[in-house]
């Protein structure tokens, strides 16, 4: 889910320029490092191999295989960025967890309700927030500076019209105007209903449709956060 909520932060700056900067400069300079594409990869890899692994050699093996891979990408993980994403790790101990219950029960929905189960748990946690503390989107919003700020010079510098240091500041100054926060707030309180109604659709698509199916409405939630994300811009 790291992916997803970089994405919202990314479709938020995407919407919202006060300096006249062209569309295309402010998608290269923020959609090339705040959408962390490796996070989002690995999110999804266990359960496309499950689904390949399940086509091929039923539903166990599937499972097994996305255990597996979920283990090596906690691995991965902490070799290359010296850490583990706790929304990685929770994730994995959601598959391996279901997993386990879904070969001990035979029955691959036990391991088909993970969406259901985080969506659930992320509802919970954005709401909590929304009500005692500051909307959970902004406190993503030091992660995005620390994307932009390591960002490969050649990347900055795409536009050779405008030094990269100029880029990055009025990136940051909109990462911290009040409009920003106001539209960040409004859409984390908006995410609460929309983890919600994926996981009620998750839970059906778990019980009723194929392995495809349940899959295509797993990915369903980004283009519903696109979705989101415009109509917030739209009465902004």
């Not at 906690?74 to 994730?91: A, P, Q, R, S």
Request: proline share 4%.
């Amino acid at each position: 889910m790291t992916g997803l909520l970089e994405l919202g932060l990314v479709f938020g700056c995407l919407g919202l320029s006060e300096s006249g900067q062209p569309a295309y400069h402010k998608i290269l300079s923020i959609l090339g490092v705040g959408m962390n594409v490796s996070l989002m990869i690995m999110e999804f890899l266990p359960l496309i191999v499950y689904i390949g692994v399940d086509a091929w050699k039923g539903f166990r093996a599937g499972i097994i295989a996305a255990i597996v891979c979920t283990l090596v990408m906690v691995v991965y993980t902490y070799l290359m960025f010296g850490e583990i994403d706790k929304f990685v790790l929770g994730e994995g101990l959601m598959i391996i967890v279901l997993g386990g219950i879904s070969l001990k029960m035979n029955n691959d929905r036990y391991f088909k309700f993970q969406p259901t189960v985080l969506a659930a748990v992320f509802a919970g946690v954005f709401a909590w927030f929304q009500a005692f503390d500051q909307p959970l989107m902004l406190h993503f919003v030091p992660h995005m500076e620390k994307l932009l700020q390591s960002t490969p010079t050649e990347m900055r510098a795409m536009d050779g019209e405008q030094p990269p240091v100029v880029v990055e500041s009025e990136t940051m100054q909109m990462l911290h105007s009040d409009h920003f926060k106001t539209v960040m707030g409004r859409l984390s309180g908006h995410m609460i209903w929309l983890f919600l109604a994926h996981g009620l659709i998750m839970i059906y698509a778990a019980v009723r449709l194929r392995t495809a199916g349940w899959f295509a409405w797993r990915l369903a939630i980004y283009p519903a956060l696109f979705i989101l994300v415009v109509i917030n811009q739209l009465f902004a």
